[in-house]
């Protein structure tokens, strides 16, 4: 087990990738065998990263709203292709009602955008309220576009729904974060809004690559690639996610703050039957739908509630979570990753505050990602 080439990894990501402050964690076969953390909260290099330093997470987000809904749904006996409408009846207008449960959660609900673009963010009435009410942009379940806003809001009313009002910021916290112990949150209560580590947008420009559809398709005016990612209305930039009001606010699609630590230790989770069975990770692990994606505009895969790597002619065609066709997480805007390997029992997160360009994850943790699965598993 090659951890030395690990932590050499790491420290050159602050050489050769000018990394500001960063840190990441490693689980295998129940263990923590890797922690690490470098650099500084801010880009005048006062102010010391710890590995007890919370940052915002972006998208990454999404893997604990995921878990939420999932524990409710089978807390309560329900089904996961039971039919929304039967939960929130509000929902089934405009050609919604045969949506279920398991649509919402693969991304093929056909909800990506607000036909309404004026709705705010921090409205969560007004956001469910338009998505009840709306048309859906395809037929639930005959297409799949990654749900980059509205999923957030979606899974949160359908776990108010299931527990009579609690609010999914409010579950994870009853469900995992106090009971595991964990740094990591939906809207930080106001002790640490100010102790959070601020979020600096990407100094580079992107390459054009294998991404290229997807920002061909965000620059048009019209899309729904561009609706996807501009509606609900409001913080659209990292600086305005710095704000501690902000920090605060629930906001389950990309608004979880935490450490690597308590993000590796929530994914430790899905790699064993500490709060899920062995027959619903396997579920979860299971890809759902694969294929072009209707929002990102390149191909991507779906288990149940996360990310897959999509898979070619029997190999992965990318490996963002790992080696192992069980493996599956979820990517946080600018680099910040979280997933797990159930096959290998592998928990994996890295997280930071200087976002690079690009979709998905960068060389900053997929080689870490691709160095411990070559000399470590």
Excluded at 248 to 272: D, N, V, W
Excluded at 311 to 340: E, H, M, N, Y
Aim: charged share 20%; hydrophobic share 35%.
């Amino acid at each position: 087990m090659d951890l030395q080439g690990l932590i050499d990894l790491f420290a050159e990501n602050f050489v050769q990738f000018e990394e500001v402050g960063a840190s990441v964690c490693i689980w295998r076969r129940g263990e923590q065998i890797l922690h690490l953390a470098n650099g500084y909260r801010d880009r005048k290099k006062r102010l010391m990263w710890s590995t007890q330093t919370p940052v915002l997470i972006w998208s990454a987000t999404k893997g604990l709203t995921s878990a939420c809904l999932i524990h409710a749904a089978s807390e309560h006996g329900i089904e996961l292709n039971r039919n929304i409408v039967e939960l929130w009846p509000e929902y089934g207008q405009n050609g919604k009602k045969d949506t279920t449960i398991l649509h919402l959660l693969t991304h093929q609900a056909g909800q990506p955008a607000l036909r309404n673009p004026s709705v705010s963010i921090l409205d969560h009435d007004g956001v469910v309220d338009q998505l009840a009410r709306q048309e859906p942009f395809w037929k639930p379940g005959d297409a799949h576009g990654y749900h980059a806003r509205t999923y957030g809001f979606l899974v949160d009313e359908l776990v108010r729904r299931i527990t009579q009002g609690t609010s999914l910021d409010t579950y994870f916290r009853l469900i995992f974060g106090e009971p595991l112990k964990l740094d990591l949150w939906i809207g930080v209560p106001e002790s640490i809004a100010h102790e959070v580590a601020p979020i600096f947008a990407p100094r580079k420009t992107r390459t054009p690559g294998s991404e290229e559809p997807f920002y061909q398709a965000l620059s048009q005016q019209d899309s729904l690639t561009r609706k996807a990612f501009s509606t609900p209305a409001g913080l659209h930039s990292p600086s305005m996610m710095n704000d501690p009001k902000i920090r605060r606010h629930p906001l389950p699609s990309f608004g979880g703050i935490g450490t690597a630590e308590a993000l590796a230790r929530f994914y430790q989770t899905l790699c064993s039957d500490e709060i899920f069975s062995t027959e619903m990770i396997r579920r979860i692990a299971t890809t759902q739908c694969a294929g072009k994606d209707e929002v990102l505009r390149i191909d991507t895969a779906y288990g149940i509630g996360y990310m897959k790597d999509p898979v070619v002619r029997g190999r992965k065609a990318r490996r963002i979570f790992g080696t192992s066709v069980t493996g599956f997480g979820q990517p946080g805007s600018g680099g910040s990753l979280g997933f797990c390997d159930p096959e290998n029992e592998v928990a994996f997160a890295y997280v930071m505050n200087q976002m690079e360009p690009g979709l998905f994850p960068n060389p900053k943790s997929l080689r870490l990602v691709e160095h411990f699965y070559e000399t470590c598993v």
